[in-house]
């Protein structure tokens, strides 16, 4: 089955440390996306891509960085400059180009990342 | 730019009531809309879409039409179950850029 497939689930990460939540997808979509969601609010854009080789920051790109190195995976570090990073981030992933403009975006099931 | 606003939650109804979220958007040319679901721990899943003026996009019982003079995509469902209960993303994508997210209206059904 096609899909996008977030990992670890759940996250924990000391003070200080940086971590790479890894996203795959099989779904052949040149565009993936990194969102953060915190508790009771909406989606907020981290980084994108549209092409392998080439991402962009999107509204909150400060103290997270991104890779992508094959049109399937784009894993997300955040790394220590990050003040305040528990939060559940989700990875997604769309067509691009002409014969995407109806096209929706694919959700992973998110990773929640929590600092201890 | 493009913007979607969605009505604030959260929403409460007993069972079998009728649900109504109000979204309204601005966009600068003929985007797409969509409404997305997210039930608890989970990611996002699309519920339905429609693609231009006067389209209506339903799904398991929602429906939501594309009101161009209105510039509206409320999301309607007739009689609402204890297991909709889930928070409603409203979105747009505009000539195939990223998808632009309302800010999501939490809706809690009551048995």
């Known amino acids: 089955d096609g899909g996008i497939t977030q990992s670890p689930k759940y996250l924990f990460r000391k003070e200080g440390q940086n971590v790479t939540l890894s996203c795959e997808q099989n779904?052949?979509?040149?565009?993936m996306y990194w969102y953060r969601q915190d508790p009771g609010q909406g989606l907020r854009l981290i980084y994108y891509?549209?092409?392998?080789?080439?991402?962009q920051k999107g509204d909150i790109a400060e103290g997270y960085s991104v890779s992508r190195e094959k049109k399937e995976s784009f894993p997300l570090t955040v790394t220590s400059a990050q003040k305040n990073p528990t939060a559940f981030y989700l990875c997604?992933?769309?067509?691009?180009?002409?014969?995407?403009?109806?096209?929706?975006?694919?959700f992973g099931q998110g990773t929640r990342l929590t600092v201890v | 730019g493009d913007s979607v606003t969605q009505m604030e939650g959260p929403v409460t109804l007993s069972e079998e009531a009728f649900l109504t979220i109000n979204c309204t958007y601005t966009?600068?040319?003929?985007?797409?809309l969509f409404w997305y679901v997210q039930y608890p721990g989970e990611g996002l899943q699309l519920l339905l879409k429609?693609?231009?003026?006067?389209d209506k996009g339903s799904n398991k019982g929602f429906e939501a039409t594309y009101r161009k003079e209105t510039t509206s995509f409320h999301l309607e469902k007739g009689s609402v179950q204890v297991s909709d209960s889930a928070v409603y993303f409203c979105?747009?994508?505009?000539?195939?850029?990223?998808?632009?997210f309302g800010s999501g209206t939490q809706l809690t059904v009551l048995p």
């Open positions: 966009a600068t040319g003929y985007p797409s």
């Open positions: 779904l052949n979509h040149d565009a």
């Open positions: 979105a747009l994508r505009e000539a195939a850029r990223q998808l632009t």
């Open positions: 429609a693609t231009k003026a006067d």
């Open positions: 997604a992933s769309s067509p691009q180009g002409r014969g995407a403009m109806n096209t929706e975006a694919f």
């Open positions: 891509s549209q092409i392998v080789n080439d991402f």
